[in-house]
């Protein structure tokens, strides 16, 4: 039943990639957006603290040949990471039911654990507040993407403890730290 859990999680991140495209903003918006594009394409510095590492990949997705407007180019961004940041939910609450449950031996187990944790990505996907940063040039959606891919290494180096090579958990951990810093403070909140 591994190949349901790959399918759900797939099923996750396309549904909500289609929708964030679908309403994704079609150019700037007139907030800190307009910022984030602009500085983008210039490899420029926008306002405190900075944000080195979104400023790189924005750039990237601004010479993408995917709109002719570059605002939703670097808005694409969004869409794709928050997409990412909900299948990586759904990853995480099928661990955290496992752990609690124990794993999946008949099909009203496969229901519970796998059918919550799609209905709980999905919810969370469809939320006022990630929704919105996931349709415009933001910060938010790829720290969200950044704080669900630590969560879930911790509990993968936390079901994991005690196996040889475990420490590659540890390594993947700081490295995601790192680059997250380079986007947006919120993954710190993780690190306890």
Avoid at 106 to 114: G, Q
Wanted: aromatic share 16%; charged share 10%; hydrophobic share 55%.
């Amino acid at each position: 039943m591994n190949n349901l859990n790959k399918i759900l999680a797939s099923i996750t991140f396309l549904f909500s990639l289609i929708i964030y495209i679908m309403t994704m903003a079609p150019t700037t918006s007139f907030w800190d957006c307009g910022e984030f594009i602009a500085t983008s394409v210039i490899m420029g510095v926008p306002h405190p603290p900075g944000t080195p590492f979104y400023l790189l990949i924005g750039n990237l997705f601004s010479q993408l040949p995917t709109f002719s407007d570059i605002g939703a180019r670097v808005n694409l961004l969004s869409p794709i990471f928050s997409s990412f940041a909900v299948m990586f939910l759904y990853l995480i609450i099928v661990q955290l039911i496992e752990e609690w449950r124990g794993e999946a031996n008949s099909w009203p187990d496969y229901l519970i654990i796998y059918g919550s944790a799609f209905i709980g990505a999905l919810t969370f996907a469809f939320t006022d507040s990630h929704w919105f940063n996931a349709v415009e040039a933001e910060v938010y959606s790829i720290s969200t993407f950044f704080t669900s891919i630590v969560v879930w290494l911790i509990l993968k180096w936390s079901k994991n403890s005690g196996h040889t090579g475990n420490v590659r958990y540890i390594l993947i951990i700081a490295y995601m730290f790192g680059l997250a810093i380079g986007i947006h403070l919120l993954n710190l909140l993780a690190l306890p």
